[in-house]
C-alpha cells in the first residue's frame, strides 16, 4: 500500500509558476511508476504528466507541454510537478498517482487527495 500526500496548490495569475509536490509513504518509491493528472470543475480527470519506473523518460500531455516538467526524488519520496507559464485553463484539482507496474498514461493504482490549483485570468 502506498500513501501520497500533494502539496503546493494555490492561487496565481496567470503567467505565473508553481510547484506541486507529492509525497510518497513506503520504501521502494523508486520502483513505482508515478504520473499526474488534473480535473477541473464538469470535466473528466485527465493526464498531465508521467515518469514510468523504468525508462527514464517522462510523458506530458500536449496542452502542458513546454511549461510543465515532472521530475522526481527518490531519496525523498517525492515527485514533482513544476507548471510554469500558467494559463487559466490549467485550473483545476491535480492529483498524484502511481502505480507498482509500468504505466504511463492510466492504470494508476494510488491516488492522493488531490491539491487546487487555481489560475486567475
Known amino acids: 500500500q502506498v500513501q501520497l500526500v500533494e502539496s503546493g496548490g494555490g492561487l496565481v495569475q496567470a503567467g505565473g509558476s508553481l510547484r506541486l509536490s507529492c509525497a510518497a509513504s513506503?520504501?521502494?518509491?523508486?520502483?513505482?511508476?508515478m504520473g499526474w493528472f488534473r480535473q477541473a470543475p464538469g470535466k473528466e480527470r485527465e493526464f498531465v504528466a508521467a515518469?514510468?519506473?523504468?525508462?527514464?523518460?517522462?510523458y506530458y500531455a500536449d496542452s502542458v507541454k513546454g511549461r510543465f516538467t515532472i521530475s522526481r526524488d527518490n531519496a525523498k519520496n517525492t515527485v514533482y510537478l513544476q507548471m510554469n507559464s500558467l494559463k487559466p485553463e490549467d485550473t483545476a484539482v491535480y492529483y498524484c498517482?502511481?502505480?507498482?507496474?509500468?504505466?504511463?498514461?492510466?492504470?494508476?493504482?494510488?491516488w492522493g487527495q488531490g491539491t487546487q490549483v487555481t489560475v486567475s485570468s
Open positions: 498517482a502511481a502505480r507498482g507496474g509500468y504505466a504511463i498514461y492510466r492504470n494508476y493504482e494510488y
Open positions: 513506503g520504501r521502494t518509491f523508486s520502483s513505482y511508476s
Open positions: 515518469m514510468p519506473k523504468t525508462d527514464g523518460n517522462t
